[in-house]
């Protein structure tokens, strides 16, 4: 099992600025969301991707993007950055979405700050 | 109002107290996570239920699926314990979790 990896750990980007945030899925697992987790908050849902295929959307704005590679690993894409998107991005896989409860690896997130 | 709620917010217990924590939520779920994140901003899965009890050293987790009401308790706790405890649930077909804002635990000597 070599569990979820994310880079960087930590960024700092200038407002309008574009970012790119990388994830290895866990061995095994074909699916990826991606989280946003402000600060005090409970994280929020931003995407999934299954199978190369984005697999449902939280209420996030379309500069936020995504692409799941044949490796399953993922990239986040965040253009023209604003304040408010400074926030912990983490990032869980899974096995195949929709076949029932099954369990979650979460890596130890990508702290962005926009400044 | 949220759609996972958990109490307390915060809380803080002498090394050896009965811990609990509840979460409730408002909507049908498949499965009901309770997670565990340290101050690294990582997270670890602690358990995941459907129905019933579930017991890992000592941590035990319950749900009531009727009430929509889950428990997390920790038995003798001990300083490394402390962290934010989040729960979070499996809704329809899709993956998504849903997240509760997690309740903050500090265990002092």
């Known amino acids: 099992e070599t569990g979820v990896t994310q880079s960087p750990t930590h960024l700092i980007k200038t407002r309008g600025q574009q970012v790119t945030l990388r994830c290895s899925s866990q061995?095994?697992?074909?699916?990826v969301s991606w989280y946003q987790q402000a600060l005090g908050q409970g994280p929020q849902f931003i995407f999934q991707?299954?199978?190369?295929?984005?697999?449902g959307r939280g209420n996030f704005p379309p500069r936020f993007s995504g692409l799941q590679f044949p490796n399953y690993s993922s990239e986040l894409n965040v253009n023209a950055l604003e304040l408010d998107d400074s926030a912990l991005y983490l990032c869980?896989?899974?096995?195949?979405?929709?076949?029932?409860?099954?369990?979650?690896?979460f890596g130890s997130g990508t702290r962005l700050t926009v400044v | 109002k949220n759609e996972v709620e958990q109490s307390p917010q915060n809380l803080t217990a002498q090394e050896g107290e009965f811990i609990t924590i509840n979460c409730s939520y408002s909507?049908?779920?498949?499965?009901l996570h309770w997670l565990q994140q340290h101050p690294g901003g990582g997270i670890v899965s602690l358990f995941m239920?459907?129905?019933g009890k579930k017991k890992h050293g000592r941590l035990i987790a319950t749900i009531n699926i009727q009430e929509k009401h889950s428990s997390l308790h920790i038995t003798a706790s001990h300083p490394r314990d402390s962290a934010v405890y989040i729960c979070?649930?499996?809704?329809?077909?899709?993956?998504?979790?849903?997240f509760g804002t997690g309740t903050r635990l500090q265990v002092t000597l």
């Open positions: 869980a896989s899974s096995t195949e979405p929709g076949q029932g409860s099954y369990g979650y690896t």
């Open positions: 061995s095994g697992h074909n699916t």
């Open positions: 991707y299954y199978r190369e295929e984005e697999n």
């Open positions: 909507v049908g779920i498949s499965a």
């Open positions: 239920l459907s129905s």
């Open positions: 979070a649930v499996k809704t329809g077909t899709a993956s998504k979790l849903t």
